[in-house]
């Protein structure tokens, strides 16, 4: 089992920036996927970007475009989303999920664990 934990959320204003980290615990899940998902009021939750347990990485090209990037430290079980040049439109509950596998997928049906969330709030 993996338990995974979001930080780094809170309210910036519009071309600020902000760090989030999902930490994980509960075993090594330096061999499993890792992607970050959001989720706006009234909409469904949509992909933002994923990383292997190597570092390949995968952006939503459409929301993301070039502004966030995923890495990952293996040492200390935890990945990131950098955010630049935030955009009201990026306002959502920010969320982790990790894969049993190794390799990323953009569904959330295809991740096992999830964390519980961290607000995003982008002011114009």
């Known amino acids: 089992q993996v338990q995974l934990v979001e930080s780094g959320g809170g309210l910036v204003q519009a071309g600020g920036s902000l760090r989030l980290s999902c930490a994980a615990s509960g075993r090594d899940f330096s061999r499993n996927a890792v992607g970050w998902f959001r989720q706006a009021p009234g909409k469904e939750r949509e992909f933002v970007a994923a990383?292997?347990?190597?570092?390949?990485?995968?952006y939503d090209r459409e929301s993301v475009k070039g502004r966030f990037t995923i890495s990952r430290d293996n040492a200390k079980n935890t990945v990131y989303l950098q955010m630049n040049s935030l955009k009201p439109e990026d306002t959502a509950v920010y969320y982790c999920a990790a894969r049993r596998d190794s390799y990323y997928v953009t569904s959330a049906r295809g991740y096992d664990y999830w964390g519980q969330g961290t607000q995003v709030t982008v002011s114009s």
């Open positions: 990383i292997t347990w190597s570092g390949d990485r995968l």
